[in-house]
């Protein structure tokens, strides 16, 4: 419903505020080099880079109701693209982005037509055994792709004229790159593709009938998708500098599921928010348990999932009723400081957590039917059409 | 050795490995059958199920006596796992849920290893050592006992599934919720129970494999790919398809990687994702799986 | 509604990021902490007081790759026991752990934050071929020492352009050469079949296999490959089986060393001597397996297994496991990881000692000048050695042989500097 509340946004006073936020996002995203120490520059370019990928993820799964668990097998090959053609070819970085952006779209193309007899879990599965796939094959390519050792390529040195630091020109360039790509993701999302994957996405039939040419879309879908992976894996390239076959295991592609979802599906900023996620969190879960972050990191994956059933972007939509029906079980699982609204909830030290067995807070303020599961802390399901 | 007899050997090897992915591949199907959800964290559930039996025999207990407990354990442990973990995003979207799991995979990974450490774990052997030969064939008693209890396993869902009214209610719940609520169904209880049965054969699958590829916390990471294209191959909802998928699986990638050298030991994960296409192009439902019919 | 709401919402985020961050971080090019005079003028201080050494270690304490990540409590455990003993020369170590995950983005992230944000002397260890690679490039331009990195590729040693980074362990080409002149000594005629994990730590070492025995009469016959995320080794195992060679040699990480032991013992019929290197050799490795089905399996090493009963009376291995008991009580002494970990932290430890100038440069160049340097749960025989064109610290290896329950060591310590000369690339 926010989807076609933003595209039908004509509102004047409504635009004016969106030209500010932009402006502001703008300002911030420009400003933050200048004032963030090298390191958290890096995690920001991560974020970035991060963010296009899932907004790539997004077109697929979000918008085309495709769920694919191989993106990092594109992202890999858009970042193998990249590092050969540095490697081998010392082309300069710009030129290796639009190669493995052209790459990566045919590639999607060719996948995208078994995709169509796919639906559902047998998509996921297959996809998932591509990313399987992919880091074999890798090292089986020993000549080109440098094996199992990888290849260390350069990373893109500022210009003289800049003046800026390699971490600062890094960011600008991502910056610029990925404000395109998610640029170009909402542009897709509103024109005549846009529409007819929502259509094919809400009801397949009745798309096909009112002339959405199904499997056309379906396929393109996939194509859009890849690329949008094969360039943030290019970026990845020139801002790591080095690509081995075991840094794309298929825990890549699940991680960039699990961001996508946790960030938030069909949204425009979704991405930005699970990109977020997936930089910052880990390092929050080491900080809290330094013996164990898997543990930490498993259980905010849960906890956001609890809070934010349809992702953190759907946070701010619902936190308002969330907050009053909930407020002791919120406040237990607060997740990251990505979800700052989290913090007007009053700390409830009695909360027990998420892995407690019993929740009296919530079983005290509402009344249950045994028959009915629903109620038990789950959200209102307005979000989902 | 003659080459009969070579390849013969390898279809053995290869029904052993099969009949490893079958066995979780039982515990996929049967959660998927109650909830309709592909479950992440089922491989490490069953690999925390191994550790429960390990900790029972290291601490004097003997194994016949600890299997039982170990099963029971997991069984209620799967319904708590539904009941705090899953409940809580009953009615949000699928692939929340499906989330919810890879967290859940994540932290239980992790939680072992924090318990019992990376150590590989010496796992009481059900088994004897040795086996048959037959014809100058080996075939060992643990790959012949893995597959039998695999047969059972898939045996007995089989019945619960086409022949128990729980299996009926159990499909009207994976169907619509809402419509089996409607009638009266206690979808609750019908989840928590799916949970605990995938739980359980999870648990079988973990302490029959453990004394074959080593108790640590990631012993069942890998076998967890290879489930997914068992299912998959076989058809989600069919406990037979498992555990066929599974033993092609198994086969075919033993002997594409012993025999074509283009292919080889390191590529041969790609047999299962060329078959798994090839089948699914023909079949989108998988080997034994149901069509979908989907009203309009 | 629903927009705007988002909207102001993110921008309140942003802002209190902002103001939270305004506090606590600046991107502040402050000068480099440089030592005042003497000698040592010039060089670059940071990380190092009087009275502190700052280290930082990135290890996978998350993922596929967490069964390492306890080397990082053995590391810690050496310094916590020196810090009580009065520390390093007058100064306490404070040792910072971070987690990458085995992932070489994670760990460009974390050396960062240690060198910018902690500001370490030096990154002391990074752990796997792909994390040191990936942060390399850029201790080496931040003039961060890197020493004794967690991975024995030969690169390290054999790389010219990056002078802060040393690995410390026997690389895996030496461990190579010394089953391949253990072979061409006792078997000069050996058909070998090699089970190797797909990736650096495999390859690495079944090429300095394969180089080390050209021209003489062994010769591999045939190989096969696993990946880290296969779940058995038992196919593969089938088909080297095929082979009927005389050897085999098992390039395996701990738990599919233990399945290759165990499908080499089922099979009656293909009695090979099994040689199986280094990173599988613990006795935890081999207890699983079970002791009589390990009888006569041939390794080499170059560090005092805790699990191995040979060693229960040597001193340095009971200080070891008395300072364990008592700064590590939750990790089991026993793990060769931890030992490995106490192994490399009291290597570093002699480095230290032996910096002509207390600064990153000192150690830099302190690391590349090791004389015979004896460490308590190395090898008798064992040293670290480096200098002018040698940058491997360990190059020399034991051979030992299973027996009873515990390994014997057999022969002399093999130096493979000597017997086949200095690695190059």
Redesign the interface.
Known sequence: MSTIAVTLGTDRARRLRAALTVLLAAAVAVGAPFYFAPFQVFQLTMVLLYAVALAGLNLLVGFGGQISLGHGAFFAAGAYTSAVMLDRYDTGHLATLPVAAAGCFLLGLALGVPALRLRGLYLALVTLSLAVFLPPLLKRLEPVTGGSMGLIVDKPQPPAWSGLAEDQWTYFVVLAVTAVALLLARNLLRSRVGRALRAVRDDESAAEVMGVRLSLHKTLAFAWSAMFAGVAGCLYTWVIGFVSPDSFSFVLSVTLLAGLVVGGLASLYGPLLGAAFVTYVPSVSQDLSEAAPGVVFGLLIIAVMFVAPTGLAGLPGRVPVAVARRLSDVAARRPSGVSAVLHRTPPAASAPGPESPSRPGTRASEPLTPADPETVGAPPRTEKE | MSAVTDLLQQVVEGLGSGAVYASLALALVLIHRFTGIVNFAQGELAMLSTYVAWQLVASGMPFWLALPVTLAVSFAGGMLVERIVIRPVQGAPELTVVIVTVGLFIFVNALAGLIWSFTVKDFPRQFPDGGLDLAGVRVDWSTLGILGVVAVVMGLLYLLFQHTSSGLVMRAVACNPSSARLSGIRVGRVLMLGWGLAATVGAVSGVLVAPVLFLEPNMMGGVLIYAFAAATLGGFDSPVGAVVGGLIVGVAETLTGAYVDVIGADLKVGVPLMIILAVLLVRPQGLFGRAAVVRA | M?????????????A???T??ACS???GQDAPDTAAGGACKGQHTTGITDDTIELGGIYP????A??Y??ISKGVAAYFEYVNDKGGIDGRKVRFI???D??????A??EA??L???EKVFAVFQTLG??ST??VW?YLDKQKVPQPFVATG?S?WGTDDKHPWTIGWQPNYVAEARVYAKYLTDAKPKARVAVLYQ???F??DLLGGFEKAVAGSGVKVVAK?????????V???M??LS?SKADVLLDVTT??FG??AL?ADA????WNPLHIVNNVASSA??L??VGFEHVQGVVSATYFKDPADPHWADDPAMKTYLKAMHEHAP???PA?QFNAYGWAVAASLHRALDSMKCPTREGLRDAVRNLKDVKVGLLLPGVTLSTGHGDAFPIETMQLMRFKGERWQLFGKPVDTRKEFGPLTN
């Open positions: 629903h927009k705007t709401t988002a909207l102001r919402a993110a921008a309140a985020a942003t209190a990021l902002l939270a961050t971080t600046q991107r304490l998350s993922g596929p967490s069964a990540g306890t752990v971070r987690d995950g085995y992932q070489p983005p994670k460009v992230e960062r934050r060198v910018e944000q071929t792909p690679a990936a490039d590729a690169v797909n990736d650096d495999g390859k096969e490959s696993y990946e880290v995320t296969d779940p058995s038992s196919a593969q089938a088909s095929r701990p738990k233990s399945q165990a089922r099979n009656t019929k935890a490795v207890k699983p939750d990790t089991d793990n």
